[in-house]
């Protein structure tokens, strides 16, 4: 199967329509829908709900969808250790999607204009347990996990982040109180999350079943990877979702999103920086978590 059909799949979803994916891509959206029905033929099964306005995958769409960003990812990365036998010395970075949307821009702006000679950079979106499994194959130098599990990090230096907070929010538009909303107003909602097993899901289905009720209860749990897209909708009011506090700071503070925060729930969980040793010696790795710890303690020099 052409790795331009996977790459279709991934953006579409991501995206909710054909239409944007198409624009994404710089293809046709007759070509967009070509390449979903020839994965679907290929599969025999529908891989869209195309029941909504905002395209869904089905539940071997999702199955499909897993396997085919993991197929993309291993790509991405046999063209990278290609290049590296070319490159300078660079720095390979892994994180969750929800550190990398928050925090990642201000560290490369601050990163770059003292490195502006610097090409060999580069940067991975991934679960906790996939950032660990990268660091172990040695496809990163350096990657970030929030965890509320242990993992086994013998091998490996380890820098303790200040804590990630996860909170439910929701938009002005549902009317819920931030300081007295219950467990069962929440449930009322559609919940959106970004998929099952990532960081936010994992926590919110421990913090559930900690107060003896399940996530099947919300109305509807809608799976959506872009997060933007998840944030943006919650903003309009069509729903609620658990996430980080960190990925929604801009929108507390502008007013478009309120926090919920619920007794019997934990709400924080570890935020660690994870580092290969065999990287110390590298300098330029060294300079870009000096910028890391710059973020959340600007009293470090760099």
């Given at each position: ?54 395209l869904a ?75 660990i499994e990268?660091?172990r194959a ?165």
């Open positions: 199967m052409q790795l331009e059909c996977f790459k279709t799949l991934v953006e579409t979803v991501a995206l909710g329509s054909f239409s944007k994916a198409a624009e994404k891509l710089f293809v046709t959206q007759s070509t967009v829908s070509r390449r979903i029905q020839l994965l679907e033929e290929h599969y025999g099964m529908q891989l869209l709900d195309r029941s909504s306005p905002v995958p089905t539940k071997v769409g999702n199955i499909v969808l897993e396997k085919a960003t993991r197929i993309l990812f291993l790509e991405r990365e046999l063209v990278q250790q290609v290049l590296d036998l070319k490159q300078n010395p660079s720095v390979s970075f892994c994180c969750t999607p929800a550190f990398g949307i928050a925090f990642l821009p201000d560290i490369m702006k601050r990163f770059m204009l003292s490195h502006s000679a610097v090409s060999g950079v580069k940067f991975f979106f991934e679960l906790p347990d996939k950032v990268g660091l040695g496809n990163f130098q350096a990657g970030i996990i929030e965890h509320f599990e242990q993992y086994e990090l013998d091998g490996f230096e380890t820098i303790a982040l200040p804590d990630d907070e996860l909170v439910f929010v929701s938009s002005p538009k549902l009317g819920l109180d931030e300081h007295t909303t219950t467990i069962d107003e929440l449930i009322r909602h559609d919940l959106y999350v970004r998929m099952e097993g990532c960081c936010s899901s994992k926590l919110l289905a421990f913090n559930m079943q900690s107060i003896d009720r399940t996530c099947s209860e919300f109305a509807r749990t809608i799976v959506c990877a872009d997060l933007h897209m998840i944030i943006d909708t919650v903003c309009e009011g069509n729903g609620i979702t658990f996430t980080s506090r960190s990925l929604v700071e801009q929108q507390v503070q502008r007013g478009t999103l309120r926090i919920h925060r619920l007794p019997g729930f934990r709400h924080e969980h570890k935020r660690t920086m994870v580092l290969n040793r065999s990287s110390d010696s590298c300098q330029l790795l060294q300079d870009f978590v000096t910028e890391i710890k710059a973020i959340f303690d600007p009293g470090v020099v760099v």
